[in-house]
Each structure stands twice: as structure tokens, then as C-alpha cells.
């Protein structure tokens, strides 16, 4: 029973750093939408500490030299909306994880069936999520790019929550598994009675 223990602890962890995480996430998407929304409704004009708002971004000169400034409050509006986006989806996920982890330490073992779905369920939307983000993310640089002569850099990745939720799906494979198995114990106990 001490890999059960160690896995309670983990999940405690688990547990922890997903509140942690939505926490942050929900706290940076704040954070994005108040600077989006201070784009749109703050007039072109305005200064914070003798610095106007376009002045706050430093772009690179090739941009710079190719750039209006409907275009910059353009990208303004695009990169902070898609970092609203890219937060909440961060925060749903670590919000779906902590709902794991509390309800595996109530039952005490990953292996239920109610635990297994829950973890399959996760593993489908650590896929899917990132993946209609980072979907929406390259849309939105193709349509910026019809308007600036400079290159955006798009480097956004999908990877890890790929491998991630793979190992999620598989995982929930292993823990429904664990519970048939816990199953026909527990039949096979009772029939002895």
C-alpha cells in the first residue's frame, strides 16, 4: 500500500498546483483583458510617465518602418485578445485537473470508473483546447500578416499538451482497468460470503 500512499501525496500536489495555476492563469488573462480594453478606450494621446501607448511596445525596426498605427493597435487588440483566450483556456484545463485530483483523494485510488472518465475527459480537452488555440492564434497572425510587410513570429506550440493528453487518455485506460479489476474483487469477496 505505499504506492497508494505515494500516489494519494501526489495527487495532493496535483491538487495544489492546479489551484495554483488557475489562480495565475486567471489573474494574467485579467490582466490581458484590462490592457485590451485600455487599448480600445484610452485615446492615442494618452501618456503613462511621458510614454504614449504605441511607445510602450517596442517592435522591431523592420516593423516599425512598415507600421501605422491603426496596424499596431491592430496587433495590439489581436495579441492581447489571444492571450485572454490562451489564459482562459490554461484556466479551464487547471480547473478540470483540480476537480481530478479532489475527487480521486475523496475515493481514496485512481481506480474508479467515475475517476477514469474524469481523466479521459481531461485528456480530450488538454488536446483539443490548445490545439482550437493555437487553430484560432494562426488565423489571426495570417490576417495580421496581409497587413504588415515584416514577419510575425508564430512560434506557438501545441506539443506538450499533446503528449500530455495522450498520456492522460492512456492513464484512464489503466485506472478503469484498475477499477474492473477492484470490481471482480470485490464480486468475487462477496460470493465467497
Request: aromatic fraction near 6%; hydrophobic fraction near 50%; charge should be neutral.
Amino acid at each position: 500500500m505505499k504506492s497508494l500512499e505515494t500516489i494519494q501525496k501526489l495527487a495532493k500536489l496535483g491538487r495544489i498546483l492546479s489551484k495554483i495555476v488557475f489562480v495565475l492563469c486567471v489573474i494574467a488573462g485579467g490582466i490581458c483583458l484590462l490592457g485590451l480594453l485600455c487599448t480600445v478606450f484610452l485615446p492615442e494621446e494618452a501618456e503613462i510617465g511621458n510614454v504614449t501607448i504605441q511607445g510602450m511596445a517596442e517592435l522591431p525596426q523592420e516593423i516599425k518602418d512598415n507600421i501605422t498605427e491603426d496596424t499596431f493597435r491592430a496587433v495590439s487588440y489581436v495579441a492581447m485578445g489571444l492571450a485572454v483566450v490562451i489564459c482562459a483556456c490554461e484556466a479551464a484545463l487547471a480547473k478540470m485537473a483540480e476537480r481530478y485530483f479532489k475527487h480521486e483523494l475523496e475515493a481514496g485510488t485512481p481506480f474508479t470508473f467515475d475517476g477514469a472518465q474524469e481523466l479521459k475527459r481531461l485528456g480530450i480537452y488538454a488536446i483539443v483546447l490548445p490545439l482550437v488555440t493555437s487553430i484560432i492564434a494562426q488565423i489571426a497572425i495570417f490576417a495580421l500578416e496581409k497587413h504588415l510587410t515584416g514577419k510575425i513570429d508564430d512560434t506557438l506550440t501545441i506539443s506538450v499538451s499533446l503528449g500530455l493528453g495522450i498520456m492522460m487518455l492512456v492513464m484512464s485506460v489503466v485506472c478503469k482497468y484498475g477499477a474492473e479489476i477492484m470490481q471482480k474483487k470485490s464480486a468475487s469477496a462477496s460470493a465467497k460470503k
